[in-house]
């Protein structure tokens, strides 16, 4: 700014100057002026440029900023009373007798475009260290030799400001990891003695007991298992607030997470007389880009909750496009609603709509906050439609790109002109029913009634009838027979797996088929397709043939507490196996580097223990192995520390696998099912050969 006024002074004087010249020597040529005059109007032009030169002369010595001219051999030719000030001089020293302020450091300069440099300096003024920001530019005096004109200000007090904010950034980044090491420790900890308690109270449930007993037992295992669900829930938390929330960006399949969604929520809204169902409109694409597993813990939370608020109706989750490239997914219900005065807060962490009146006692509020900073991190963005006694619909909408070019829709029939009837009361699953329908060409049609549903039998022809078998036996019965009298080609019946129990055989009931609530698209229009019908599709439990029991297998544990490793020793024990248990890591790598470790199948580590922990014990076992050039055992790390960073850890360590405590019995099954036959046949021969040589 100063630098500018300094230009401008020098071009006014010039020009103003000039001017002069100019009309005195028009005068002189014209000469029809009165002379004095024009004497009289020079004279005023001078005292004017005089005044301002004096006027820019005090407001540049007034200014705060320091200015200084020097020669190229930095003597100051020049410096206003600022940086007098600053230098400790009085304004009756010589220009020549002013010394430089002693530089403490100073920055690289930056160049501007207009040629000028930007300096910053800390400097050592009489009253101590100060910073100063310089503009030097470079201008030639009236001889034409270069002198560099100095602007500086001081900036002493926005620096120290910004390195006392860093300051308390880097405190409170330092604090943030403290918490969260702490709250890791602390869920650690909690989930060791938890792990006792709902592995004991498994293993009692399946002793004999009485009713009561059950009743008692049953809820040690849920309190147990309310307890674990909050210690994540706090830890996923504390994590993504101190930002360690890592998306990553892989390409999945979109259709069939939310499938898996609704099928895991399934069981439980089925329990509750509710349905849960699913929809995906034409156009969204089935490949997309994104974080798979962090928008399934969205939407599991999303639509558990709809399914734990719910009592009556059910839950619907309904993917679209929306606009720019976003994907759209609502997930409604038809529960208790929320207040406005609610709508906002429920996001906040701890945040619950009083318990007493949904009636819900569980949960600890956590879910949704989560959620909304989960999508956020994805760029995307929450929000909640409500009103009591008229259901929520949660809507999230998020940038999740085509992963393929050619992202094609699943193929489906063509049902051009044909009509279907959908007998049905279901609040979801008949309205998505019906637009899959629309959406392969065909038309159709809704009753709520076995009444409305025969006069529309009786007054138009229809290609297909779906009956909701909800509607009661006897109706969906009579709907059937009434189908067939007036000549309607297919006719299916819509059932949950436990209704499909009851129901009995569908063509018994006078049906050509059934679909299984939630109904998947594929199985629909299988169905549909004038290819003989694809095998019934049943719950994955019951096709699923009893497994033969496993081979005996022979496991290491390592494990210092009691309780665990007891427990552990049941769990393979009631799968046929066997057991040898140390404390502590050094044993475990003695007893696996020796040479009876080939009659262990598998070796359970856990993490923590004293003296060796089982990372150190890891390593130090294939280090051995690598050595001995001998084929390595199958090692599975066991503990609390359930984190995808603790997974890899113990990968690098040299682990093949990985348990979280609590154990859970099917994962301890299907690992050691998992293992190769040979290893399960070896095993029973090493068995039978300790036996003989009389090991314990
Ligand atoms: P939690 O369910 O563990 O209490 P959330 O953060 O997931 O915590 O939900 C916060 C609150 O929002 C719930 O306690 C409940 O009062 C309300 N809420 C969430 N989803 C629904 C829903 N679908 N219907 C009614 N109320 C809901």
Request: proline share 6%; aromatic share 4%; with cysteine.
């Amino acid at each position: 700014m100063l630098l500018e006024l300094a230009d401008h002074m020098v071009v006014i004087t010039g020009a103003i100057t000039l001017a002069g010249l100019l009309a005195a020597l028009a005068m002189l040529r014209r000469g029809h002026k009165p002379f004095h005059a024009e004497i009289e109007r020079l004279q005023d032009r001078l005292f004017a440029i005089a005044e301002s030169e004096e006027r820019y002369r005090s407001l540049i010595e007034a200014q705060g900023d320091l200015i200084v001219r020097e020669d190229a051999a930095r003597v100051m030719a020049y410096a206003n009373e600022a940086y007098r000030r600053m230098a400790g001089v009085t304004a009756a020293t010589p220009v020549a007798d002013i010394p430089h302020v002693p530089v403490l450091e100073r920055t690289e300069p930056v160049v501007r475009p207009d040629g000028s440099r930007l300096i910053d300096e800390k400097v050592e003024a009489p009253d101590g260290e100060r910073w100063i920001s310089w503009v030097e530019t470079v201008v030639i005096d009236r001889e034409g030799r270069s002198e560099v004109l100095r602007v500086g200000r001081d900036v002493t007090e926005r620096v120290t400001a910004a390195a006392a904010l860093e300051e308390a950034r880097r405190k409170a980044e330092a604090a943030n990891d403290a918490k969260s090491q702490f709250l890791a420790m602390v869920s650690h900890e909690v989930r060791t003695p938890l792990n006792g308690i709902l592995g004991m109270a498994g293993l009692l449930s399946d002793t004999p007991l009485s009713a009561e007993q059950k009743t008692y037992v049953g809820a040690v295992k849920s309190s147990g298992e309310a307890l674990l669900s909050l210690i994540d829930e706090i830890l996923d938390f504390s994590r993504i607030e101190a930002g360690r929330l890592d998306l990553v960006a892989a390409r999945f399949d979109l259709h069939q997470l939310v499938e898996g969604v609704v099928e895991l929520l399934a069981p439980r809204a089925q329990g509750k007389g509710i349905e849960i169902a699913a929809s995906v409109a034409l156009g969204v694409p089935q490949f997309v880009i994104g974080d798979r597993d962090r928008l399934r813990q969205v939407l599991v939370n999303l639509a558990g909750n709809a399914v734990k608020f719910t009592d009556a109706g059910g839950v619907g989750i309904r993917l679209s496009r929306g606009t720019a490239g976003f994907i759209e997914i609502e997930v409604a219900d038809t529960g208790p609603g929320i207040p406005e005065a609610k709508l906002d807060a429920i996001f906040e962490r701890f945040e619950r709509v009083d318990a007493s009146a949904s009636g819900a006692a569980e949960g600890t509020g956590l879910g949704l906050a989560i959620s909304r900073r989960i999508v956020e991190r994805m760029q995307g963005r929450i929000g909640v439609a409500s009103a009591p006694g008229r259901g929520s619909t949660f809507t999230i909408a998020l940038p999740l790109p085509d992963a393929d070019r050619n992202n094609q829709a699943p193929a489906r029939p063509d049902l051009s002109h044909r009509r279907a009837l959908i007998v049905s009361r279901s609040p979801f699953e008949a309205p998505y029913l019906m637009s899959r329908l629309e959406e392969a060409g065909g038309v159709a049609e809704r009753a709520t009634s076995v009444a409305a549903a025969e006069r529309s039998l009786g007054a138009r022809a229809y290609d297909l009838l779906i009956v909701d078998c909800a509607l009661g036996d006897a109706a969906t019965k009579r709907l059937a027979a009434a189908a067939r009298r007036h000549g309607v080609n297919r006719t299916l019946v819509l059932l949950s797996p436990f209704e499909r129990r009851e129901f009995g055989p569908p063509h018994a009931a006078g049906f050509d088929g059934y679909l299984v609530k939630p109904i998947r698209p594929r199985s629909l229009f299988a169905r549909l397709s004038d290819e003989p019908a694809a095998p019934a599709e049943g719950p994955a439990s019951e096709e699923r043939a009893a497994r033969p029991a496993p081979a005996p297998v022979h496991v290491l544990v390592a494990e210092d507490n009691d309780i665990n490793a007891l427990l552990v020793t049941r769990l393979i024990e009631k799968l046929g196996g066997t057991v040898e248990r140390v404390t502590n890591g050094h044993d475990a790598v003695s007893r696996l580097g020796s040479r009876s470790r080939r009659r262990y199948d598998l070796a359970l580590l856990d993490i923590r223990m004293p003296g060796l922990d089982g990372m150190a014990a890891a390593r130090a076992v294939r280090a051995a192995e690598h050595a001995r050039n001998v084929s390595p055992v199958r090692l599975v790390a066991v503990t609390a520390n359930v984190s995808a960073a603790d997974r890899e850890a113990a990968h690098a360590a040299g682990f093949d696998d990985f348990l979280p405590k609590p154990i859970d019995p099917a994962a301890l099954q299907a690992l050691i099912e998992a293992l190769p036959a040979p290893r399960r046949r070896r095993s029973r021969d090493a068995e039978t050969a300790r036996r003989a040589a009389g090991a314990p």
